[in-house]
């Protein structure tokens, strides 16, 4: 090999290590496994976790963004050796994150790379974490959070109404679906009327969620009149509370299919409900069979304590005003409800829209 090609080599695979810091950094998980071979690994023992081949790469990787509120790596050159088409080499990282459980720390870390040259050009073979010093001193900082990610949309830090962007959509599916949920995006609620159809089989018992978003896309009607379907919520209001109250329970706990909303969805791929009475929370947390989402734009936000503000500053305020004509008393957050995850894969879809519909 002479001098030229291997001064080549070693920019191409700097600017390769380079690229993979910039995809962990903007969360671009697809672009991340796309740098290694097909059959390329990643390893992180002191974690502990292994992921084999581009797919386990990609969706591993989503699975563990989801967890963190914030993070950001900076990496510096280390050593590389290159023997024809293969290489060895070293890369060193700082790192700084918080989960959302609040948990956050501050490490150093290794990269010890296996390289090999493509038709593409170089790719990671192999990269192997190694943590040398962690400090898990809470962090007195805090992300940019909703301010920032409101940029990215156009819209006001506090604006709970307007749609957000294209990217900020794709984040969300992405990490729902690295959550084990199903995650659609449709264009609008006519869309999502016509999925319902499709998803809900015929004769299936159906609990409806008290919902504005149901109500205003006009499913809560097809679910509800006629006879396609056997209708829980006209059922139960139908029956004596007094006398059947353990009936009704038992009918909303556990249909074949919960049909809601939800209060808001973060970027991370969770789910944040609310409800006063907690009537709807035992199909909606794994009592349904299966549980439907049909969720707004508008709803989509960085993480769980914006989810918590929009409930209280925009999605309350609202409902206490639609119960207050409807029952003649406010509403309240007496239950909350998040749904970080889906363990059962196909149990849990979420139809999320391009537009903004119900609070």
Avoid: C
């Amino acid at each position: 090999m002479n001098d030229f090609q291997e001064i080549a080599d070693r920019v191409e695979i700097e600017a390769l290590r380079g690229e993979f810091t910039d995809a962990a950094m903007m969360r671009d998980r697809a672009r991340l496994a796309d740098l290694f071979i097909p059959d390329g690994v990643l390893r992180m023992p002191d974690i502990p976790v292994e992921f084999v081949g581009r797919e386990e790469i990609r969706t591993g990787g989503e699975r563990l963004q989801s967890q963190w509120d914030f993070f950001v790596q900076n990496s510096h050159p280390g050593m590389i050796r290159i023997d024809g088409d293969t290489a060895t080499g070293r890369t060193y990282l700082q790192e700084i994150g918080r989960a959302l459980d609040g948990r956050s720390g501050l490490n150093f870390a290794i990269y010890h790379d296996s390289y090999r040259r493509t038709p593409q050009g170089w790719k990671f073979a192999e990269r192997v974490y190694e943590i040398r010093y962690l400090d898990t001193t809470p962090l007195a900082g805090s992300a940019p959070g909703s301010g920032a990610r409101a940029h990215d949309s156009g819209a006001a830090a506090d604006d709970f109404t307007a749609p957000v962007s294209a990217g900020r959509l794709d984040r969300a599916v992405a990490a729902l679906r690295a959550n084990g949920f199903t995650a659609e995006l449709l264009d609008d609620a006519a869309a999502a009327r016509a999925r319902v159809k499709e998803l809900v089989p015929e004769g299936a018992s159906v609990f409806t969620g008290a919902s504005e978003t149901l109500r205003l896309s006009g499913i809560a009607r097809d679910i509800e009149a006629g006879d396609r379907y056997e209708a829980i919520r006209p059922r139960v209001l139908r029956m004596d509370r007094a006398t059947e109250s353990d009936h009704i329970r038992r009918l909303m706990a556990t249909p074949d299919v919960f049909l809601a909303s939800v209060a808001a969805v973060t970027e991370t791929g969770s789910l944040v409900i609310a409800s006063g009475s907690g009537t709807q929370l035992p199909a909606a947390a794994g009592g349904a069979a299966r549980a439907i989402w049909v969720v707004g734009a508008q709803k989509v936000v960085p993480d769980l304590g914006t989810a918590l503000r929009r409930i209280e500053e925009h999605a309350l305020p609202l409902e206490t005003a639609r119960a207050q004509e409807a029952y003649g008393k406010p509403s309240a957050v007496n239950r909350l409800l998040v749904l970080n995850a889906e363990p059962r894969p196909g149990r849990g879809t979420v139809l999320l829209l391009r537009e903004a519909i119900g609070f």
